[in-house]
């Protein structure tokens, strides 16, 4: 049941329903428009967060990168805690009241509180895909734990070359990562904590 309602929403996201569009935002606007008037935020600013959110999940849908666990409602108030959260460290004030006034399961709040890292792993993922498979090879052994000895001996490399190699990819990973506007979003909420 929940797909569907996932499915209905992100589909009429993704063509530009007004009707959908209208109904997602009167629906969960008014939940983070308490939590961040309980945060020390105001209407505006609650507005302000909710559309950022929004172009994140329209961004994320028009690249075929959504990839969730939980209702969209529930992510776009992960996604606004993390914002506002970023916003008000940013402002140096405190978060008062931690909780959403809506009900979520366990499973949907540990959702919520990694949306960070989940987001980092996905945008590392989808840049390796794009690395190619010799480079793919070479990281993944090497985040795996092998040394490079150990990748020189199974990819038929010097050790040297391997090296060379391993940090050839890394760059190449690097730079892809940086050019992913997933990025930026991630550099201003997430890694500024």
């Known amino acids: 049941m929940q797909n569907e309602k996932n499915h209905r929403i992100i589909n009429g996201i993704d063509i530009g329903d007004d009707k959908i569009i209208k109904e ?53 108030y992960g996604i606004c805690k993390n914002l506002w959260r970023a916003r008000l460290r940013k402002n140096k004030k405190n978060i008062e009241n931690e909780s959403f006034l809506l009900e979520i399961t366990d499973q949907e709040e540990y959702y919520i ?61 690097i730079e892809m990562a940086e050019k992913d506007p997933i990025l930026n979003e991630l550099k201003e909420t997430y890694f500024n904590k």
Not at 43 to 67: G, H, P, T, W
Not at 144 to 165: L, N, P, V
């Open 24 to 76: 997602f935002y009167q629906k969960h606007l008014p939940e983070v428009t308490r939590y961040i008037i309980k945060n020390s935020g105001d209407e505006f600013e609650a507005k302000d967060i909710f559309q950022d959110a929004f172009v994140i999940i329209y961004e994320k849908i028009k690249s075929n990168d959504l990839d969730i666990k939980c209702s969209l409602g529930t992510y776009i």
């Open 113 to 173: 509180e990694n949306i960070d890292q989940q987001e980092t792993i996905h945008l590392i993922q989808k840049c390796l895909i794009k690395l190619g498979k010799g480079c793919q090879e070479i990281l993944l052994l090497f985040y795996a734990g092998h040394s490079m000895r150990e990748i020189a001996k199974q990819k038929d490399f010097t050790e040297a070359y391997a090296r060379k190699r391993k940090f050839i990819c890394q760059k190449k990973l």
